[in-house]
């Protein structure tokens, strides 16, 4: 039993403390009122405090921002490091008579897809690094050529469909073991890139280059994220749009969307896509990107899937994928979607286009 819960017996104390003059003056307990206010504003301290707190989390939330905004930076500045080490190919513009007794005469479309630079395989049935992916740049190189020669192509509107590394969105996480960074990663495929666009210039003269992304390209791992120019095609092109800046490159960079891009050659019109927002095995796809875009598009063209595959969907009208650099992999061969190495072609002249898968064994 104590004062604090007892009402008779804290008036019992209380009478006692006023009988032997202990009870507290008005002063005193005005004091104490006084006191009580200190704990109410110490109280509001306290919310102050907690007010704080959220302007804590928000100011946490810009140091977020401002180092995020840093890691571009450094990104940067890793990728102006990596283009400082290595040296990239001369341009050279040199004139290529066309062949006066041929009445040949084309357009090529010639697709670079899914590289996925950096990337390690080694499985039974397929081998891939990075010596791999200069290598087989070569080999695609050469076999353009040829049809350069075969079809007396004058013009070449080179198409990047995307998925030039790996895994852009790796710098997100550690670094784990890899051969390169991802800065060296996007500056060295971007010099293979460059080194395929020049061999092709030395065969025709009128040469565009284009580069879209693919899912691999972003650097966020979230694929809603609507930073849409945050992908390593981006900073490639940038880097190739340099080039032919520096060293006085008459190759035409054509600036598109980063998800999407359109060529019209002889009255037709061909669409790309990287092919993960616009799944090309459904046959509505083709339709769907014609009405997105205002235009009726004879083809749809992509790759994502590392396959080829050529959909009609209408009369003379297609949906392509073209095959990858990369190759199988143990995904693929777990999917049951394994598939050989290839690249694709268009060739457009005054009787029509042929769409071509063009091997890389
Ligand atoms: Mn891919």
């Known amino acids: ?102 009445d040949k005469d084309a357009d090529l479309i010639v697709c670079l897809s899914d590289i996925h630079y950096g990337a390690h395989v080694d499985i039974p049935e397929n081998y891939y690094d990075t010596k791999v992916v200069a290598r087989l740049m070569d080999l695609y190189a050469e076999k353009v050529i040829k049809l350069i020669d075969e079809t007396g192509a004058q013009s070449v509107d080179i198409v990047n469909l995307g998925d030039i590394v790996e895994h852009a969105y790796m710098r997100n996480q550690n670094l784990y073991d890899s051969e390169e960074t991802l800065s060296e990663q996007i500056v060295n495929v971007t010099r293979l890139i460059i080194e395929f666009i020049q061999r092709i210039r030395n065969h025709a003269e009128i040469i565009t280059y284009r580069g879209i992304a693919g899912n691999h390209d972003r650097m966020q791992g979230d694929k809603n994220s609507n930073l849409n120019a945050d992908h390593a095609v981006n900073i490639s092109n940038r880097i190739i749009q340099m080039w032919i800046e520096v060293t006085g490159s008459d190759v035409q960079f054509v600036e598109t969307d980063s998800y999407f891009a359109e060529i019209m050659l002889r009255g037709y019109h061909f669409a790309f896509v990287h092919g993960d ?80 898968k063009i091997g890389l064994q």
């Open 277 to 356: 927002r616009d799944n090309l095995s459904n046959k509505n796809t083709l339709a769907k990107v014609s009405e997105n875009h205002d235009r009726h598009y004879d083809a749809v063209i992509g790759g994502h899937v590392h396959k080829f595959s050529m959909l009609e969907v209408g009369n003379n009208r297609y949906q392509v994928t073209f095959g990858s650099f990369k190759g199988m992999d143990d995904y693929s061969k777990r999917l049951g979607v394994s598939s050989s190495r290839s690249q694709g072609v268009v060739i457009v002249n005054d009787r029509g286009f042929e769409i071509r």
């Open 1 to 102: 039993m104590d004062s604090d819960t007892n009402e008779n017996y804290r008036c019992l104390i209380k009478h006692y403390q006023h009988k032997i003059g202990q009870l507290p003056s008005v002063a005193k307990h005005a004091e104490m009122v006084a006191s009580n206010k200190l704990q109410a504003i110490k109280n509001e301290i306290g919310n102050i405090n907690s007010a704080k707190l959220a302007l804590q989390e928000q100011a946490r939330k810009v140091r977020k921002l401002v180092r995020d905004t840093n890691k571009d930076e450094l990104l940067i500045e890793e990728i102006g490091n990596a283009i400082r080490q290595g040296t990239f190919v001369k341009a050279s513009n040199p004139v290529v008579l066309p062949d006066i007794n041929s």
